[in-house]
């Protein structure tokens, strides 16, 4: 009987159909393009709609924060979501998971483009807004932690930093995607923007829905939790507390490295909702603009900076775009302040679409390679939602330390670097893991695992 030759690309010690890194890599992208332009659209709509249809007008100040708070919501939801969603994930498989977060956000985001406004139902409008945001945190809880997974278990052993980054460069894909729906509507005349045109970005989501569903059923299982799920071992009953016993530190050093999305809400909310007060009075438009031109220098940002991490490791490169933006974001909203456009986009490119994409495109292969297979999935949705969550308020505590004007922005640059401090401090204390076997990620050293094996003696 002869056996069929082993593709050039698998990993060793993993064997799997050939090709399925690549379609791995393909329904990581386009589900999570199509997932977060679902998120980002409510970023949007939260910073220039939202305040005047779901909250009180007569107080703009108050109705803008609300709205900030409501788009903070969802992270709150996220650490929830991923202690359910990671548990399946790692029990059950990663395909389960990315099937099932892609339907929950698009019927989620469909149904606040359906939503009745407070004039019309009066603080109920409000609050069914809140529970689809919600919705929309679970979600996402789930989507990136299985589809890092998916990605980094098919890829091969010297190419995970590059393969993985398809999650991310889908996030970035999503997001200008969200932008550039957005700049026409925001366009339209004030009286049709607030009835009906704001509501047509939501719901094109059943398209998104029926989208990634397409895309993400075919996929095979990933060979690392198949293998696990047929050895005697078996896969963990309980992922969370194995994750806690054996991997708490890289838990924290997840969640201080997730810290490092808040320059992502910063820079697509408040940024945006600054800029286009009236204390600098830029155009919706045009502000639209710099974030859709500084997505689209993330996209190919995000790879080549991938690729250096396969050459020269995770932590140099997450520790350039944890460092670097804490500078660059200081000068983005200084470029605001001043009112100079061409400053705004210059450094808005360089901020988010280049120094940022750093740190952000090599996460899912720093993050996942701190966990074994067993409780991978866990680790990275558990760890980085509960980051998330916390980067996800940070848009309402920058408002606060704004001031009651709302222009406060050197505040809000420091809080920014300040956050970007812990990402910093979780790579300088994290492993190097770029050269490390697939089937070795996670594995306590030889010296740590005789000593527990000799306490358990």
Known sequence: MSVPAASADA???QPGQPGQHKKAALAAWVGSALEYYDFFIYGSAAALIFPEIFFDESDPATATLLSLASFGVAYAARPIGALFLGHIGDRLGRK??????LLLMGVSTFLIGCLPTRDQIGTLAPVLLVLCRVLQGISAAGEQASANSMTLEHAPE????YYTSFTLNGTQAGQ????LVFIPIAALPEEHLMSWGWRVPFWLSVAVAVAGYVVRRTLDETPAFTQQAATGEGVAKMPLAVLAREHWADVLRVIAGALVASVSTIFTVWALAYAT??????????????GALANLVALAAIPLWAVLSDRIGRRPVF?????????LMSGYLWAISSGSYPLVLLLGILAFGVVYSAANGIWPSFYGEMFSTKVRLSGMAVGTQI?????GFAVTFAAQFAGPDGDDWFAVALFTAALCVPPVLAALTARETH?????LLGERAPRETARRESVAA
């Open 435 to 439: 050269k490390v076997p697939t089937a």
């Open 96 to 101: 389960k998971i990315m099937v099932f977060t």
């Open 387 to 391: 980051g998330f969550a916390v980067s």
């Open 319 to 327: 520790l350039i775009g944890s460092a670097g933006s804490a500078v």
């Open 158 to 161: 010297h190419r995970r930093g």
């Open 277 to 290: 007060s009236d204390s600098v009075g830029m155009s919706r438009s045009s502000m639209l603009w710099v």
């Open 11 to 13: 990993s060793p010690g």
């Open 176 to 179: 200008l995607l969200a932008t």
